[in-house]
């Protein structure tokens, strides 16, 4: 190939991405103008509407969980859609007509299964993971993937964030949720809530796990297909076993690390050296130099009694 016909590739290639980060950009303004008549109600704790029989402003209170943040909505993964992409334009009407709380919703694999543009997040695997998990062969399908991905403010974190404690407390936090919130957990079952603390009492430096693992480390089987395990097992297979995470073979490194992990297996002589960038789990980041180092060390010290003794047997003979 020619170097101008190179030039000229790289050139297009280069256009291709300017526009489509403007097209994208294009998008979300353009949907932020038809966006706003939504946001005028949901976006704050009180909305206002003229009321055509006595023709006065009214101003009324909106239920807090139909608040949503447009600062959020604005970083989620969705940003660049229209409300009602997901929800029927007859929201555009106000009061919103009656037979649209039967209104059906999406699922996430309506859009993104078996879709080629979208298989590096393997979508379809994800699935079938969630029908396997607890959440699913327990309860309904009012449990659904957005039970987790809250659909006005869910981003993918794990995949982008390179501050590891930044994502864990997200990822619990999708959790805790439910888990620490009675009215959300109970969306689900009657059952009174089992607190967290309290069920995992039996966990040393209950706090510093929370902020340096996730919920998923324990909960869920591990997967090689999935950056992001889905099946959450019954709660008497989590992990309570110590060694499985602080031991020369961690669990971690096919979870929590595995992003990381493909990176470098070996640094600096470190076993799972790709942790200690952001932790030192005890038992889990022994080093082989530091290793070598002592069993030579153990040798000459060996060496140095055993001469001793026998120059002292020597002299004694004198
Ligand atoms: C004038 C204020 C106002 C505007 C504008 C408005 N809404 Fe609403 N919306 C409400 C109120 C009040 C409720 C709760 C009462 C009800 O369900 O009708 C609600 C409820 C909803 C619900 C929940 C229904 C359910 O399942 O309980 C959805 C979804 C919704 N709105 C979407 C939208 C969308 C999308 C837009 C923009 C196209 C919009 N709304 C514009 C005031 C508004
Ligand atoms: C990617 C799809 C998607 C987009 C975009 C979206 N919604 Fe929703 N919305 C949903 C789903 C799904 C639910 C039901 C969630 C559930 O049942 O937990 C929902 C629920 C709601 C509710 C009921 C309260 C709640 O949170 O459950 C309101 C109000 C609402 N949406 C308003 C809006 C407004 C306003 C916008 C635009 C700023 C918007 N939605 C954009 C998918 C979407
Ligand atoms: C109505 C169709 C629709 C539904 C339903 C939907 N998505 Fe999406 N999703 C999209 C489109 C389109 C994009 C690309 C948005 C853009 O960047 O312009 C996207 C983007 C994403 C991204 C990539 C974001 C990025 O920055 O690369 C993820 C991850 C994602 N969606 C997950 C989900 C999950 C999880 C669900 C269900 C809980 C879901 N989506 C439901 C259409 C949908
Ligand atoms: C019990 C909670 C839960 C449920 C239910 C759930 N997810 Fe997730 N999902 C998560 C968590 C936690 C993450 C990690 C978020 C992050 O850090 O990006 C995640 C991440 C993802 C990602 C991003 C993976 C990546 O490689 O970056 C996709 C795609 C996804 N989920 C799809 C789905 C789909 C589809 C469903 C339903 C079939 C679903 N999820 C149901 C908790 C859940
Ligand atoms: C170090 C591993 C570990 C971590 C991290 C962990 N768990 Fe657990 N969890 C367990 C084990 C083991 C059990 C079973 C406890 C028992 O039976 O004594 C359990 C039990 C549970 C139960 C069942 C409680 C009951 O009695 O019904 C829930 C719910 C739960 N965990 C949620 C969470 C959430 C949410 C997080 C994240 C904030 C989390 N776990 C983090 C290991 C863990
Ligand atoms: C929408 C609310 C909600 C979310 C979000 C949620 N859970 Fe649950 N979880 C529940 C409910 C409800 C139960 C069932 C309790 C029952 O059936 O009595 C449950 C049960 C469990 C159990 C116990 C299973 C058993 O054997 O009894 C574990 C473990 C668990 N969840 C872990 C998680 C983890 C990890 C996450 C985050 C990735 C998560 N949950 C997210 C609501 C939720
Ligand atoms: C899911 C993996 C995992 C499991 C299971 C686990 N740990 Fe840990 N543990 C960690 C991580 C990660 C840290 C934090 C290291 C750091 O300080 O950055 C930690 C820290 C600790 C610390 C604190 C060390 C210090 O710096 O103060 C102790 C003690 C500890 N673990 C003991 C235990 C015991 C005992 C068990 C079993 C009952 C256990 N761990 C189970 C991952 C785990």
Same mark, same amino acid.
């Given at each position: 190939?020619? =170097?101008?016909?190179?030039i000229l590739l790289l050139l297009s290639l280069l256009l291709a991405t300017v526009l489509n980060a403007s097209s994208k950009e294009d #998008?979300?303004? #353009? $949907?932020?103008?038809? $966006?706003?008549?939504?946001f005028n109600c949901h976006n704050q704790k009180w909305?206002?509407?003229? $009321? =055509?029989e006595t023709e006065l402003e009214v101003k009324k209170r909106m239920f807090s969980e139909l608040i949503i943040d447009s600062t959020e909505f604005?970083?989620? $993964?969705?940003?660049?859609f229209k409300c009602i992409s997901c929800h029927s334009d007859e929201y555009e009407e106000f009061p919103h007509p009656g037979e649209l709380r039967m209104e059906e919703k999406y699922a996430c694999n309506d859009c993104h299964g078996g879709d080629e543009d979208w298989a590096h997040f393997k979508f379809d695997e994800i699935e079938e993971?969630?029908?396997e998990s607890s959440h699913s062969t327990s309860h309904d399908e009012t449990f659904s993937c957005w039970m987790c991905h809250? =659909?006005?403010s869910y981003h993918i974190s794990a995949r982008n964030e390179e501050n590891l404690l930044d994502f864990i407390q997200y990822d619990n936090n999708i959790c805790l949720n439910c888990h620490a919130n009675a009215d959300n957990y109970q969306r689900i079952t009657d059952n009174i809530n089992p607190n967290v603390i309290e069920t995992h009492d039996w966990l040393p430096n209950q706090q510093l796990h929370f902020e340096n693992v996730r919920c998923i480390e324990c909960h869920t089987e591990i997967s090689d297909n999935t950056l992001i395990a889905h099946k959450v097992l019954p709660k008497d297979e989590a992990v309570k076993n110590c060694v499985e995470c602080h031991s020369g073979d961690s669990r971690l490194m096919e979870s929590l690390y595995k992003h990381l992990a493909i990176e470098s297996r070996a640094k600096a002589g470190f076993l799972n050296g790709v942790m200690l960038d952001q932790s030192f789990v005890i038992g889990a980041n022994r080093n082989s130099i530091l290793n070598k180092l002592s069993a030579w060390l153990f040798i000459l010290v060996l060496g140095g009694i055993t001469i001793h003794g026998l120059l002292r047997v020597i002299l004694k003979k004198k």
């Open positions: 190939m020619k =170097p101008h016909t190179i #998008k979300i303004q #353009k $949907n932020k103008r038809l $966006n706003k008549v939504c909305y206002h509407y003229q $009321n =055509p604005y970083l989620s $993964n969705h940003r660049t993971q969630f029908w809250e =659909p006005h």
